[in-house]
């Protein structure tokens, strides 16, 4: 996890130097670019409704992004604090969320669309503006934000008097220098802001033109090949024991079940989201062993580049008893395996998919254990 995380700082910053080049940052003195952009209140907000603030504070921030999800409530305790000051205090999601591959949503539930920022907004119990621009990204090109988050702090005149990072460290206990809330301060005191520049740090921003890279991780995963093998009462047993250090979804569906069918696209973007931190899913189709052809179609429609495994014989009970004697009932029915077999989700019936990949954020070991507690609501 360590190397892949570094892995991903290195890509992160390498993006970022390229976008300094080919979407720069708004010139400090400038004044702030015009918007009208959907809110997750479902209102048109416009530069011009914030007229009256002697202050405009405007943070460009995501969804998927692990940094970004450690300054949300840094972000709201701002808005919080200054509001009342009279200090305007807007977020604007500008990724293009279809130049996200879905590995990318790693350390997320969900991604970047208008969509998915009102499922975040309400699960957090936010309140600050949440705008809208990954559609055209025209607002965050004027603006120029190289990485989530990043600030851009506007005078009463609306000139931009500081950009850069919300404060030091994505750590919070860690952070020694508040240097958005710095500058605000400043302007509050008819002072002049001594630090007018920072470097931000975090997820790049995903312009457009990343579709393309989007779209040859599509290509290389229709690529991938699609198996389908026999499992016994053994075989079984083997998976439920889940030993070692691995996190495993098992979900057992059937081509005849509909809510299986329904829920199946879900559980492979999960696992294609999560792969890469050590996530594995498994599935086992309850059809009978003469099926197996049409078992495996489904499978290629849906590319199912999990694990995928088929009862081996028509003893239904007898393999549905070696997974879990307890088991006795219908499909779909889900279990998701931490080290050495312990139990953290299970269900019978549909899964809740959020509540699902929340669990596992929650519990995959990471870098940092406030991307953990995030998940755990601390």
């Not at 892995?7 to 702030?32: E, F, V």
């Not at 600050?128 to 607002?139: K, S």
């Not at 069918?261 to 086992?284: C, K, P, W």
């Amino acid at each position: 996890m360590r190397k892949l995380f570094t892995l991903a700082l290195i890509s992160m910053m390498s993006l970022a130097l390229h976008a300094q080049t080919s979407h720069p940052i708004l010139p400090l003195g400038s004044k702030a670019p015009e918007f009208a952009l959907p809110g997750v209140d479902g209102q048109i907000h416009k530069l011009s409704d914030y007229a009256n603030s002697p202050i405009l504070v405007v943070i460009f921030t995501c969804d998927h992004c692990p940094i970004a999800q450690m300054y949300e409530s840094r972000i709201e305790k701002l808005y919080e604090d200054y509001s009342k000051r009279g200090v305007a205090i807007v977020a604007i999601e500008g990724n293009d969320p279809s130049a996200t591959t879905i590995d990318e949503l790693d350390s997320s539930d969900l991604g970047d669309t208008l969509a998915d920022m009102k499922i975040r907004y309400q699960y957090k119990h936010l309140h600050y503006p949440y705008l809208y621009d990954g559609d055209t990204q025209a607002v965050t090109r004027a603006y120029g934000p190289q990485a989530t988050p990043h600030v851009f702090v506007f005078d009463k005149d609306r000139r931009l008097r500081y950009e850069g990072r919300f404060d030091n460290s994505y750590r919070i206990e860690k952070v020694t220098t508040h240097d958005a809330q710095n500058a605000i301060d400043a302007l509050l005191a008819n002072k002049p802001v001594a630090v007018t520049h920072t470097g931000v740090f975090g997820c790049s921003t995903k312009w457009a033109e990343k579709r393309s890279l989007v779209a040859a991780y599509e290509q290389k995963l229709d690529a991938t090949p699609v198996t389908v093998e026999t499992v016994d009462a053994a075989g079984l047993k083997k998976l439920r024991a889940n030993a070692g250090d691995n996190y495993t979804l098992v979900s057992f569906w059937a081509t005849w079940c509909g809510s299986c069918v329904a829920e199946f696209s879900d559980l492979q973007d999960t696992f294609r989201m999560y792969n890469d931190r050590g996530f594995q899913l498994v599935t086992v189709s309850v059809n009978m062993p003469d099926e197996k052809a049409s078992v495996l179609r489904f499978l290629e429609r849906k590319h199912a580049t999990s694990r995928n495994l088929l009862f081996a014989s028509d003893d239904t009970a007898g393999l549905q008893a070696a997974f879990d004697p307890k088991w006795q009932s219908a499909v779909p029915y889900t279990v998701l395996l931490g080290p050495n077999g312990k139990i953290l989700y299970s269900t019978l019936g549909s899964v809740d998919i959020l509540a699902l990949r929340r669990k596992l954020l929650a519990v995959m070991p990471s870098d940092y254990i406030g991307f953990n507690k995030y998940w755990q609501g601390q």
